[in-house]
């Protein structure tokens, strides 16, 4: 099992309470492979410096919430130089048309109709196949935003397989284990997303326990004053029942019960999520602490995902009949 994730923006509580807890409790139950994907990140960063950071980061952040790097494979994708290698494979196994199908680029590229546009944010999906394909995964676990590319890497796959013989295991997208769907706190009709215009409604990974609290405090609920779960009616208040819940495993229903007033549903959210928070948050910044030892739990994860790695590069050169070195 595969996923990903790119390295630009801060970890919020979506994330997290969405798909971050999963892949922890996920990793016991498959061989799971996690790449902080920071080649594709390029595909929109120009800054200097950036990226490395955030890669840092992120690296920290997937340790601190308890990926264990003994049973998940944590690695930074330009630390396995495998995937710049099989991506150029890949790029020559998948047409112009195909990529100008893309739904993402189309959208990515329209929005940035005044900025750079690079080659790169064109030919992303071939790179993906790459990371997809080199791990020999069976599982995708995406929203529905990426199936269109794991389509893409399923095609390319089973063309190169035709054209050079079978090299590649065909992956499948699957749905990931739902987690919670966090709203912003602010607009409790939109998912909580860091590319939000405000931060007001966005609960940080790492933010202070004092910041949490007037967050949740400020959280827009409704003039009625009735705690109940209903997502249509009660969005707001809805969308604090839920993250409650996702803190202390009972259901949003039962406890909507226990409250009739909004101003202690928000500050017993607030202190919920702080305390979630807190050990991932110690463990966060012991490692952000010891840049050294950080950077060695990614280099070996990149040292296990290098080894699956080679071998399927070494196959797929070895089936296209390129000279060995
Ligand atoms: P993104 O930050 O959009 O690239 O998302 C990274 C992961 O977090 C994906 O698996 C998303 O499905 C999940 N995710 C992002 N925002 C939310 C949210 N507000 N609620 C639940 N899951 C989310
Ligand atoms: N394109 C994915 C996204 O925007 C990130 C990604 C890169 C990915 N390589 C991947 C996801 C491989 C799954 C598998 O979120």
Known sequence: MLSCIQPTGEVHLGNYLGALRNW???QHEKDAFHGIVDLHALTITEAPDVVGQATLQLGAVLFAVGLDPDVATVFVQSHVTEHSQLGWIMECQ???GELS???QFKDKSAKREHDFVSAGLFTYPALQAADILLYDTDEVPV???QRQHIEITRDIAIRFNHRFG????LPKAVMPKAGARVMDLQDPTSKMSKSAGSDTGLVYLMEDPAA???KFKRAVTDSDSEVRFDREAKPGVSN????LAACTGESPEALATRYTQYGPLKTDTGEAVVELLRPVQARYTELMADRAELQSLLRKGAAKAGEVAAATLARAQ???GLLPA
Not at 240 to 243: F, G, Q, W
């Open 143 to 145: 929203g529905d935003d």
């Open 212 to 214: 949490i609290m007037k």
């Open 94 to 96: 998948v047409s112009f």
């Open 318 to 320: 070895r089936n296209i």
């Open 166 to 169: 079978d090299t590649f295991v």
């Open 101 to 103: 199908r893309m739904t």
């Open 24 to 26: 922890v409790s996920g």
């Open 240 to 243: 604090l029942l839920e993250i």
